[in-house]
C-alpha cells in the first residue's frame, strides 16, 4: 500500500518569508506531483516531477526530486498572501487507472 | 474551454436520505474519478469510469456509487447517507485516464445533519 506522508502538516508564516514542505513516501516513486488547493476550490496540478534529482521551478516555487525518488520538496521563496493553500503531493497508482495517491497536505497561511 | 462542472455547489441532507451529484468533463475528456475530501482523511479515491464502464473502485462501501453516460457525464450517488459522509466531493477528468493529467472542478459541499 502506498502511503505518502507531508510535513509540516500546518504552516503559518508572514508575506516575504520563505518555507519548505516536504513530501515522502514508504516506497520508490513513480513519478511525483504537487497540487495546490485554495479554499473553495478544487485542488490545481503544480507540476510533475519524474526523474530523480529534477529539479522544475515555477516563478517562486521550487520543486526537488530526492535522488532515490523517495522523496520531494516544495520551496516558497517570498512568499505572498496569495499563495496560501493546501499542497498536496501526489503519486499517480502503481496499479491501478487513473488512481492518485494523495498525501494529507500542509496547509499553508501567508499572512499580510 | 470550459473546465470541471459540478453541480450542485453545496447541499444539506438528512441522515438516511440519499444524494445525487453531477459532474461535466472538460470536453474531449473520456475519463471521469471522484474523490471524497474530508479534514480527518483528506481526500480519498472513490471511484473511477472510463467509456461508461468502471474501471477502478476505492475502499468505501456499496451506499456509494456511481455511473458515466455515453458523453462522458458522470454522476455519483449516495444512499442512507451518515453524518461521516459529511464532505467536499471533488470530480477529476483526464483524456483516457492511465496516468494523464487529471484536472479537478469545484467540487460539491454536502453536509448531512
Known amino acids: 500500500t502506498q502511503l505518502l506522508e507531508q510535513s509540516p502538516q500546518f504552516l503559518s508564516i508572514q508575506e516575504g518569508e520563505n518555507l519548505t514542505v516536504y513530501c515522502n513516501s514508504s516506497s520508490v516513486f513513480s513519478s511525483l506531483q504537487w497540487y495546490r488547493q485554495e479554499p473553495g476550490e478544487g485542488p490545481v496540478l503544480l507540476v510533475t516531477v519524474v526523474t530523480g534529482g529534477e529539479v522544475k521551478k515555477l516563478k517562486r516555487l521550487t520543486f526537488q526530486f530526492g535522488d532515490a525518488r523517495k522523496d520531494s520538496s516544495l520551496h516558497i521563496t517570498a512568499a505572498q498572501p496569495g499563495d496560501t493553500g493546501l499542497y498536496l503531493c501526489?503519486?499517480?497508482?502503481?496499479?491501478?487507472?487513473?488512481?492518485?495517491?494523495f498525501g494529507p497536505g500542509t496547509s499553508l497561511s501567508v499572512i499580510p | 474551454k470550459a473546465g470541471v462542472t459540478q453541480t450542485p455547489r453545496y447541499l444539506i441532507k438528512t441522515r438516511g436520505q440519499q444524494v445525487t451529484l453531477s459532474c461535466s468533463p472538460i470536453?474531449?475528456?473520456?475519463?471521469v474519478s471522484w474523490y471524497q475530501q474530508t479534514p480527518g482523511q483528506g481526500l480519498q479515491f472513490l471511484f473511477e469510469?472510463?467509456?461508461?464502464?468502471?474501471?477502478n473502485k476505492g475502499n468505501f462501501p456499496g451506499r456509494f456509487s456511481g455511473r458515466q453516460f455515453s458523453n462522458s457525464r458522470s454522476e455519483m450517488n449516495v444512499s442512507t447517507l451518515e453524518l461521516g459522509d459529511s464532505a467536499l466531493y471533488l470530480c477529476a477528468s483526464s483524456l483516457k485516464g492511465s496516468g494523464n493529467t487529471i484536472y479537478f472542478g469545484e467540487g460539491s459541499w454536502l453536509t448531512v445533519v
Open positions: 501526489a503519486e499517480p497508482s502503481k496499479t491501478s487507472y487513473d488512481k492518485v495517491i
Open positions: 469510469y472510463f467509456s461508461e464502464t468502471q474501471r
Open positions: 470536453s474531449g475528456h473520456r475519463s
